[in-house]
């Protein structure tokens, strides 16, 4: 694939996200809604799987330690839309994430940026996180938000390396939506099984659309990350709070006044510099 098209999967990834998040904050239980998602991943990939590649063993650990962090981000999200509003919570936690995995793919991996791409994901991380101030901002909102933030970037890195070493995209999607999923499901079973069975015949379908745009979006993700820069790449994959700003107004009747519109466009303009700087 080429980088415009690669470029164009992340920002397919990127609404995607926003809409499975939007489902997620409307839904009357938060939790069981992401049960629900996760459990369609579960079952998507295992009707993979036969028709996949396994991944390395090499890529394994990666595999165990982007689940768990996983988990850890599933609950912090939910309980980030419990006491913060969408427009807020949801920028400053992936506004965050870019910076994040752009300083550790430097340290950790020696990932080189150019300075074009670097002032790029500044540009984008700023007007990401100028998004996020304003009505409803308390403290326990943006305390989890950033908590969310960063069990978003060490996801997204982990994720990246361990397609990288994995040898297969597909192969390492299916078993990390198995291993989530399941963990997921039995939570739900374990500690919330009656409300989990009313909750499927009433809200089913809902899950059912959620987790197959979850998946879909972050299998782009993972395909984009295999090839390209990871510091650009999640930059530009969290271009997703404009999209989740515009649902945030349309559907669940949130504000997007000229501040946030002005940090849109700092945010556009970053996409752009993204995509033709080398």
């Avoid at 980088?3 to 999967?9: I, S």
């Avoid at 080189?112 to 670097?118: E, V």
């Avoid at 361990?162 to 079973?189: D, H, K, N, P, S």
């Avoid at 559907?251 to 556009?268: D, M, N, S, W, Y």
Wanted: aromatic fraction near 10%; glycine fraction near 12%.
């Amino acid at each position: 694939m080429t980088p415009a098209l690669l470029y164009g999967l992340v920002i397919l990834s990127a609404i995607a996200h926003a809409v499975w998040n939007a489902l997620v904050k409307s839904a009357g239980d938060r939790t069981l809604t992401m049960v629900a998602i996760r459990t369609v991943g579960m079952l998507l990939g295992l009707v993979a799987l036969p028709f996949v590649d396994w991944p390395s063993p090499e890529s394994w650990k990666w595999l165990a330690v982007t689940a768990v962090v996983m988990f850890a981000y599933y609950a912090l999200l939910v309980r980030s839309y419990g006491v913060g509003d969408m427009s807020v919570v949801y920028p400053l936690a992936r506004g965050l994430a870019p910076v994040l995995t752009t300083i550790a793919a430097f340290l950790v991996i020696g990932e080189a940026l150019s300075t074009g791409q670097i002032a790029a994901v500044v540009m984008i991380s700023i007007g990401i996180m100028a998004l996020s101030f304003g009505a409803g901002a308390s403290r326990t909102a943006v305390g989890f938000a950033l908590a969310t933030g960063v069990s978003v970037a060490t996801y997204s890195f982990f994720a990246g390396l361990g397609v990288r070493t994995a040898g297969t995209v597909l192969g390492f999607q299916a078993c990390l939506e198995i291993v989530t999923g399941f963990g997921m499901l039995c939570y739900g079973v374990v500690v919330r099984r009656a409300d989990l069975v009313i909750y499927m015949r009433r809200h089913g379908a809902v899950g059912l659309f959620a987790g197959v745009v979850s998946v879909a979006g972050f299998l782009a993700y993972l395909v984009a990350a295999r090839s390209l820069p990871l510091g650009p790449v999640s930059a530009l994959r969290e271009t997703s709070v404009i999209f989740g700003a515009v649902l945030g107004t349309l559907v669940l009747k949130e504000g997007f006044g000229p501040r946030r519109i002005a940090a849109a466009v700092l945010v556009t303009v970053g996409i752009v510099l993204l995509a033709v700087l080398r």
